[in-house]
Structures are given as structure tokens and as C-alpha cells.
């Protein structure tokens, strides 16, 4: 599995933000992704993530800062999911 993340930031707004891509002009999310929630990196672009959800709630996938003036919103984690994403 690629290298997960666990949000842990946005405890005060419910989540933090999420956008359809890398750049901050582009598109936010109507959901957040929960303070908590475990992703997957897709790919990493200087302080943007696009991640893949695992464990949590928000979009399935999207575009995350992992940090904002000095704040870390997202930290790397050798934490594993508690249950798998299985066919439904």
C-alpha cells in the first residue's frame, strides 16, 4: 500500500478543505475531509496532496494542502485502517 496520511487538522471547521486539483484557484469541494480520516497518496506537489480516502469521511478523492502558515493539516502515519474498503 502506498504511504497514508491522517488528517489532523480542521477539528474547529469540521475537516479541512478539499479542491478537484492541485492549484488553490481551482474548484472547492461542497465536503470536507474529517479531521482524522486516513488517506492514501496518489501524488504529492510541494504542500498539495491528491489523496485517496481509506478511512473517514469527505470525498473519495481530491486535492488537500498538508499545510498552512506553519499548521500541519495532514502527517504522514504508519497507522493501518481498521477495516478494509471491501466490495459492497
Known sequence: MAQL???VGGADKGG???RDGPATTDPQNSERLSTGALVEEI???KD???YKLVEGTGPETGWIAIRITGKELAVK???KPNKSKGPE
Do not use: N
Open 5 to 7: 496520511w491522517e488528517i
Open 16 to 18: 479541512i478543505l478539499v
Open 43 to 45: 501524488q504529492l506537489a
Open 48 to 50: 498539495r496532496l491528491e
Open 77 to 79: 502515519t504508519d497507522k
